[in-house]
């Protein structure tokens, strides 16, 4: 009994933590007359693409945002670690996106993982692509 006691509260105490985890997220943009902006969430789960379009700015995502292009292309400055890893397929379409760097990952595949902290990235010129 006590034991169920125990598992309850430990439950109640993670969803609590789900909850209440907050991700400060910097968005950075190259293109001209854009300044950054600051988002706050505690969206786990969520992709950057996802957070970044509810948040009312554009990243191209031509395949609907299922890993088979590279138009949703951003940099990772900070918090990597906060994250979904870095895949062999999303790696090869990274290859083929436009000024590829070291710190370049698609926005579809980077979902918030459980935790909190402080994400910077930078949006490429997305005046570079025809459409969506």
């Given amino acids: 009994m006590y034991l169920d006691f125990l598992l309850c509260c430990n439950q109640i105490l993670l969803q609590?933590?789900?909850?209440n985890s907050m991700y400060?997220?910097?968005?950075?943009?190259?293109?001209?007359?854009?300044?950054p902006i600051i988002v706050e969430t505690n969206a786990i789960g969520d992709s950057l693409l996802e957070i970044v379009l509810d948040n009312g700015h554009e990243l191209h995502?031509?395949?609907?945002?299922?890993?088979a292009c590279s138009t949703?292309?951003?940099?990772?400055?900070?918090?990597?670690?906060?994250?979904?890893?870095?895949?062999d397929k999303e790696e090869d379409f990274i290859?083929?996106?436009?000024?590829?760097?070291?710190?370049?990952?698609?926005?579809?595949?980077?979902?918030?993982q459980k935790g909190e902290g402080v994400i910077e990235i930078t949006l490429p010129d997305q005046?570079?692509?025809n459409g969506e």
Avoid: M, W
């Fill in 127 to 129: 005046t570079q692509f």
């Fill in 16 to 19: 609590h933590y789900e909850r």
């Fill in 72 to 87: 949703c292309h951003l940099y990772v400055e900070k918090g990597d670690e906060y994250l979904a890893e870095l895949t």
């Fill in 24 to 35: 400060t997220i910097k968005v950075n943009f190259e293109q001209k007359g854009l300044p």
């Fill in 95 to 112: 290859d083929r996106a436009v000024i590829p760097k070291i710190n370049s990952r698609l926005g579809c595949q980077c979902v918030l």
């Fill in 61 to 67: 995502h031509n395949c609907g945002a299922v890993c």
